[in-house]
Every structure is written in structure tokens, then in C-alpha cells.
């Protein structure tokens, strides 16, 4: 899911050619560039052939033997040289006249393979002399001829030899990089406005709302922060990476209220988070991808053992909270239950890891069918045929002399950050967001004591948009690209990833400091809740398709959901 997860954002955040721009609010301006050499550069050029890939000697020879008086053109078996340039024929040394002589005729095949025996000699020897000789240098130095330097320097290079520059960061660029790099990063200016009001003291809803709409941005530049730094390290530690910081807003807001003893929020806030992927994000991954398109399918397998895992955490809360209501001992052993439970959670997820980066890296390699998109009005059809034609025309234009052309989507992509820009966004950006998040975990309690609000509505529903804006934006663009695995990763691994690694951590992170109201026992509205969520997902993701009408009853769900909170 992980390696789902960064081939997503990197799907959302670029426009790759030839496609139409997306809306994604979190798209990068620029395309990231991609790592190149000389050997990949010559691999994409096209290559022609002409009248001097073809010895002439041997053309002339071999129709002679086969055609024998029939003399065919002068460059028969050859493409047209360049229009650019003028190029004469060379003059033929063959007579008008046809031979007849059985004894002339082999003669004339004696001279033609000394002449091209000769030729190619000569033509070694060429090849040898030139390659001996060193590229002298233009400029001053070229006009007064050859130098010590140009002696010592080696005749010649293989180019898959020569390093490859990296590329070169400069102040401005890095600038452009990390804050000008997106539409959405104007509302960062939200963060000091947010702790100016705080500071102030101003009413508590507008520091919520100010705070609220700051960790936005700076959620999506905490990611950007990760892939940078996840490009210079392997899949494994790209994975792991991904894993510590994939659900760090979520991670970071229930640490804040943790140490207020707000355990309500704690608890609300990471069912809701993993309620709004499910449910939210993938109904409408489901709705927009689907909607132009019959059905999309996915990894079947990939969606079961994301499914697996999900009954397993929801299990993993049934249990301890059943045990605190139906149990008979006379001492309350629910925060036993629960840290254990946590503990054996955590080492579930250390095993997924485990599988899906070194084990069974495969399947998750593995693609998934592809569907075309629906036709929406009766002119589409024929715009489309003359679409293909006037791309046939093209096509059957270049390739008359195109031999070999290779696509370049595949080639690594470089790094737009220095390594050491890239950590100092990603510490910047998660300290922001922690003074942020406890800034609006500080005035929810003001928030709600009016009785307009309840806890259980903050805590399910407001928080968590938070965390998942930028997630659920990278889910949704890449389902309208047909790219469901990728779409599926991000919406089913980033509520794994809570219930396997983040809630489990809270529980110890508790236990550690003594606080034993956070346990695996929740109430028990929101144990239903999650099971009935965790219920139609793993229903509708079995069959490994999906169409418009089942993101319908995910975000109709979630509706039902979001309505019983607000009255709850």
C-alpha cells in the first residue's frame, strides 16, 4: 500500500503528457524532471536509415548476380536522404550496354570485390584515425591549436561511462520547489494568522476554523517532504518512511489531546479518520472514476488482504470493549486487555510490512485491467474516428523511416529538493502543523460547551477532513485516471495504517505515561458504526470491480454516519 501510495501522489501532483489537466488542488506546477543519460537520450532518438547505411558495391553486386541484364533503380532498398540537404549519386561506373560475356561478366565481378574490399579497408582505417584523435577544444584555446591538457585527456569515452550531472539547486529553485510549487500553499498563511489569534485570544471558533484550514496545506508539504527524502532511499525505507509520516496530522492531533486527557477526542478522532477513507474518500473514488466508464477493476488480491486486515482491527476493538461491559472479574482488567491487544497489533503490521515490501513485493506489482472511457454524446463517436485517423495519417507519416522509438515514462525522476532542504521542510512543516493542531484541539472544549456542537460530531467528522484533504484529493485524481490500485492503496492503507500502527501507538504512548483511560474499549456507538463501515467495504472491494453506483452507497453511508454524530 505504501508503494501504492507514493506512485499516487505522484499521479496527482504532475500531469503527465498527453492527458488533460487535472483539478487536483493540490497539483504541482511544474513536472517533476526525470533522470536521463546519454545511452537513454540516444535510446529515444529516431533513428532513419538512408542511402549511406548501404554499401553500394555489394547492392550492385547482389542485383547483378540476381537479376542478372535487369537493372533495377540506382539506390533501390533505401529510404530518401534528408530534404534538408542536397545530395548528388555518385557516378556508376557500370556501362549502358548489358554484358553478354560470360568471361567479362566474371571479371567485372573480380574488380567490384577488390573495389569493395578496398573501400572497406580504407574505410577502417578512417574509422581507426579518427577515433585515435581527441575532440580538440572551440574557443581561445581550439584557435592555437593542442594543448598539454589535450594530450593527457583519454581519446575517447563510452557515454554510459560518463557521470551524470545531478541536478543543480539553487535558492530561488528550492523557493519555487517547496512554497510556490501549488495553488493550494497560499493558505499557509493561515498557520501565522492562526497563532496570532490564539495569542490574542480572540473568540475560539475563528481560532479552530483559522487553525483548521491552515493544517491543510501543511499536511500536503509534509508529504511532498517525505517523497523527497523517500526518492533517495530504497523501496524499503521509502516504505517505512511512508509508514511513520503517511498519518502524521492524525498521529500528531491524537498525541496533543492525549496529553490533555481528552480521550474522547482521541478515540473520535481516529475512527473518523478511518470512517472517512473508507467510506468518504473511496465512495467517491468509485463515483468519479466510475462514472464515465462501464466498471474499473483492480488487484482482487491486494483489496482481500486489505480487507483481512481491516476485520482483524475491528475485532481488535470488539473484543477489549465487550470485555469491559460483559466481564464478571471484580477487577477491571480492560486496560490489560487493550495494551496486550495493542502490543500484538503492532507486531500484525511489522508482518504486513514485511509482506508487501520483501516477501510478496510481486503481487502488488501485479496491473490491473484497464476500461475505456464511455462515450457521452453522439458526436463523440465520429470526432473520435477522425481523432484515430489524423493519428494513423501521423503515425504512418514518421514511420517510413522510424526504426525504433522508446518511451521514457519509466525512467527514475529526480529530486527537486536538496536532501537537506527536503529535512528542513519536512521538521518545519510537522512542527507547524503539531502548534497548529494544539491550538485547535485547545478550542474545541470553548467550541462545544456552547451545546451547537457536540465532541462526537468534532471528533468523527471535522478533524479528520484534516488529515485526509490531501489524500483524498491524490485518491480521486488518480480513480478518474483509471488508476484504481493506486486509488484503492491510498484509501484502504491509510485506514489500516490507523488501525494497525497509529491506534495501537496512542495505547502504549498512554501506558507509558500512566494514563489509563486510553484503552481499546470504546463506546459502543462507534464500535458499530466502524463495523458496519469495515462490513460494505469488504463486500464491494471481493470482486475486484467497482462502478458508479457502489461509491453512491459508500458516500450515502457516510452521510447516514455524519447525520446520527451531529445528534449524538
Same mark, same amino acid.
Request: net charge negative; aromatic share 8%.
Given at each position: 500500500?505504501?508503494?501504492?501510495?507514493?506512485?499516487?501522489?505522484?499521479?496527482?501532483?504532475?500531469?503527465?503528457?498527453?492527458?488533460?489537466?487535472?483539478?487536483?488542488?493540490?497539483?504541482?506546477?511544474?513536472?517533476?524532471?526525470?533522470?536521463?543519460?546519454?545511452?537513454?537520450?540516444?535510446?529515444?532518438?529516431?533513428?532513419?536509415?538512408?542511402?549511406?547505411?548501404?554499401?553500394?558495391?555489394?547492392?550492385?553486386?547482389?542485383?547483378?548476380?540476381?537479376?542478372?541484364?535487369?537493372?533495377?533503380?540506382?539506390y533501390?532498398?533505401?529510404?530518401?536522404?534528408?530534404?534538408?540537404?542536397?545530395?548528388?549519386?555518385?557516378?556508376?561506373?557500370?556501362?549502358?550496354?548489358?554484358?553478354?560475356?560470360p568471361?567479362?561478366?566474371?571479371?567485372?565481378?573480380?574488380?567490384?570485390?577488390?573495389?569493395?574490399?578496398?573501400?572497406?579497408?580504407?574505410?577502417?582505417?578512417?574509422?581507426?584515425?579518427?577515433?585515435?584523435?581527441?575532440?580538440?577544444?572551440?574557443?581561445?584555446?581550439?584557435? +592555437?591549436?593542442?594543448?598539454?591538457?589535450?594530450?593527457?585527456?583519454?581519446?575517447?569515452?563510452?557515454?554510459?561511462?560518463?557521470?551524470?550531472?545531478?541536478?543543480?539547486?539553487?535558492?530561488?529553485?528550492?523557493?519555487?520547489?517547496?512554497?510556490?510549487?501549488?495553488?493550494?500553499?497560499?493558505?499557509?498563511?493561515?498557520?501565522p494568522?492562526?497563532?496570532?489569534?490564539?495569542?490574542?485570544?480572540?473568540?475560539?471558533?475563528?481560532?479552530?476554523?483559522?487553525?483548521?484550514?491552515?493544517?491543510?496545506?501543511?499536511?500536503?508539504m509534509?508529504?511532498?517532504?517525505?517523497?523527497?527524502?523517500?526518492?533517495?532511499?530504497?523501496?524499503? *525505507?521509502?516504505?517505512?518512511?511512508?509508514?511513520? +509520516?503517511?498519518?502524521?496530522?492524525?498521529?500528531?492531533?491524537?498525541?496533543?489531546?492525549?496529553q490533555?486527557?481528552?480521550?474522547?477526542?482521541?478515540?473520535?478522532?481516529? *475512527?473518523?479518520?478511518m470512517?472517512?477513507?473508507?467510506?468518504?474518500?473511496?465512495?467517491?473514488?468509485?463515483?468519479?472514476?466510475?462514472?464515465?466508464?462501464?466498471?474499473?477493476?483492480?488487484?482482487?488480491? $491486494?483489496?482481500?488482504?486489505?480487507?483481512?486486515?481491516?476485520?482483524?482491527?475491528?475485532?481488535?476493538?470488539?473484543?477489549?470493549?465487550?470485555?469491559?461491559?460483559?466481564?464478571?472479574?471484580?477487577?477491571?482488567?480492560?486496560?490489560?486487555?487493550?495494551?496486550?491487544?495493542?502490543?500484538?497489533?503492532?507486531?500484525?503490521?511489522g508482518?504486513?510490512?514485511?509482506?508487501?515490501?520483501?516477501?510478496?513485493?510481486?503481487?502488488?506489482?501485479?496491473?490491473?485491467?484497464?476500461?475505456?472511457?464511455?462515450?457521452?454524446?453522439?458526436?463523440?463517436?465520429?470526432?473520435?474516428?477522425?481523432?484515430?485517423?489524423?493519428?494513423?495519417?501521423?503515425?504512418?507519416?514518421?514511420?517510413?523511416?522510424?526504426?525504433?522509438?522508446?518511451?521514457?515514462?519509466?525512467?527514475p525522476?529526480?529530486?527537486?529538493?536538496?536532501?537537506?532542504?527536503?529535512?528542513?521542510?519536512?521538521?518545519?512543516?510537522?512542527?507547524?502543523?503539531?502548534?497548529?493542531?494544539?491550538?485547535?484541539?485547545d478550542?474545541?472544549?470553548?467550541?462545544?460547551?456552547?451545546?451547537?456542537?457536540s465532541?462526537?460530531?468534532?471528533?468523527?467528522?471535522l478533524?479528520?477532513?484534516?488529515?485526509?484533504?490531501?489524500?483524498?484529493?491524490?485518491?480521486?485524481?488518480?480513480?478518474?485516471?483509471?488508476?484504481?490500485?493506486?486509488?484503492?492503496?491510498?484509501?484502504?492503507?491509510?485506514?489500516?495504517?490507523?488501525?494497525?500502527?497509529?491506534?495501537?501507538?496512542i $495505547?502504549?504512548?498512554?501506558?507509558?505515561?500512566?494514563?489509563?483511560?486510553?484503552?481499546?474499549?470504546?463506546?459502543?456507538?462507534?464500535?458499530?458504526?466502524?463495523?458496519?463501515?469495515?462490513?460494505?467495504?469488504?463486500?464491494?472491494?471481493?470482486?475486484?470491480?467497482?462502478?458508479?453506483?457502489?461509491?453512491?452507497?459508500?458516500?450515502m453511508?457516510?452521510?447516514?454516519?455524519?447525520?446520527?454524530?451531529?445528534?449524538f
Open positions: 500500500m505504501h508503494k501504492y501510495r507514493r506512485e499516487a501522489r505522484q499521479l496527482a501532483w504532475y500531469d503527465q503528457d498527453g492527458e488533460p489537466s487535472s483539478h487536483n488542488p493540490f497539483k504541482k506546477f511544474r513536472r517533476r524532471p526525470q533522470r536521463t543519460n546519454s545511452m537513454q537520450l540516444e535510446d529515444q532518438l529516431v533513428h532513419s536509415r538512408s542511402m549511406g547505411d548501404v554499401n553500394l558495391s555489394q547492392d550492385r553486386r547482389r542485383r547483378a548476380e540476381f537479376n542478372g541484364d535487369i537493372e533495377g533503380p540506382a533501390a532498398g533505401t529510404f530518401p536522404p534528408v530534404p534538408t540537404e542536397s545530395y548528388e549519386p555518385a557516378p556508376s561506373n557500370r556501362s549502358d550496354e548489358p554484358i553478354n560475356d568471361a567479362t561478366l566474371s571479371n567485372k565481378r573480380a574488380l567490384d570485390q577488390e573495389s569493395v574490399t578496398e573501400k572497406n579497408q580504407n574505410g577502417n582505417e578512417a574509422i581507426e584515425s579518427t577515433a585515435g584523435q581527441t575532440r580538440q577544444r572551440k574557443g581561445l584555446f581550439g584557435k +592555437f591549436g593542442r594543448h598539454k591538457h589535450d594530450e593527457e585527456t583519454p581519446a575517447s569515452e563510452p557515454d554510459d561511462e560518463k557521470p551524470v550531472d545531478g541536478p543543480k539547486f539553487t535558492f530561488a529553485s528550492q523557493i519555487r520547489a517547496t512554497i510556490l510549487n501549488s495553488w493550494i500553499n497560499v493558505l499557509i498563511l493561515a498557520a494568522v492562526g497563532i496570532a489569534l490564539f495569542a490574542v485570544g480572540v473568540n475560539p471558533i475563528a481560532v479552530f476554523v483559522v487553525n483548521f484550514i491552515a493544517i491543510i496545506p501543511l499536511a500536503a509534509l508529504s511532498y517532504a517525505t517523497e523527497e527524502i523517500a526518492m533517495r532511499t530504497g523501496e524499503t *525505507i521509502g516504505g517505512l518512511l511512508n509508514a511513520s +509520516f503517511g498519518n502524521a496530522v492524525e498521529l500528531i492531533v491524537a498525541i496533543i489531546a492525549l490533555k486527557r481528552n480521550v474522547l477526542i482521541v478515540q473520535t478522532s481516529l *475512527i473518523g479518520s470512517l472517512s477513507n473508507l467510506l468518504l474518500v473511496m465512495g467517491m473514488c468509485f463515483f468519479f472514476g466510475g462514472i464515465n466508464r462501464v466498471e474499473q477493476h483492480f488487484n482482487v488480491v $491486494v483489496a482481500q488482504t486489505a480487507a483481512s486486515l481491516l476485520s482483524l482491527a475491528v475485532a481488535s476493538l470488539i473484543i477489549p470493549t465487550a470485555f469491559h461491559q460483559w466481564s464478571d472479574s471484580k477487577t477491571d482488567n480492560t486496560a490489560a486487555v487493550s495494551r496486550g491487544t495493542a502490543v500484538l497489533l503492532l507486531v500484525t503490521y508482518c504486513y510490512l514485511f509482506f508487501q515490501l520483501k516477501s510478496h513485493i510481486d503481487m502488488y506489482n501485479a496491473p490491473s485491467k484497464k476500461v475505456e472511457k464511455r462515450n457521452k454524446k453522439s458526436g463523440d463517436a465520429s470526432r473520435g474516428i477522425a481523432r484515430i485517423g489524423k493519428m494513423t495519417a501521423r503515425l504512418g507519416a514518421g514511420s517510413a523511416q522510424e526504426v525504433k522509438m522508446t518511451d521514457g515514462d519509466d525512467e525522476e529526480e529530486p527537486q529538493l536538496a536532501l537537506w532542504v527536503a529535512i528542513l521542510t519536512l521538521g518545519l512543516s510537522t512542527a507547524l502543523v503539531a502548534v497548529c493542531a494544539e491550538f485547535m484541539v478550542s474545541i472544549e470553548p467550541l462545544t460547551a456552547t451545546g451547537g456542537i465532541e462526537t460530531f468534532v471528533g468523527l467528522i478533524l479528520p477532513i484534516v488529515g485526509n484533504a490531501a489524500e483524498h484529493a491524490t485518491a480521486v485524481t488518480v480513480a478518474c485516471k483509471d488508476k484504481m490500485d493506486l486509488a484503492i492503496g491510498v484509501a484502504v492503507g491509510s485506514s489500516m495504517q490507523i488501525a494497525l500502527l497509529v491506534l495501537p501507538f $495505547v502504549v504512548l498512554g501506558w507509558c505515561e500512566g494514563i489509563n483511560d486510553m484503552t481499546l474499549n470504546f463506546d459502543s456507538f462507534e464500535i458499530i458504526l466502524l463495523f458496519v463501515s469495515v462490513l460494505l467495504v469488504n463486500y464491494l472491494i471481493g470482486d475486484g470491480k467497482s462502478h458508479w453506483l457502489e461509491g453512491v452507497l459508500l458516500m453511508m457516510y452521510l447516514i454516519i455524519a447525520l446520527a454524530a451531529w445528534f
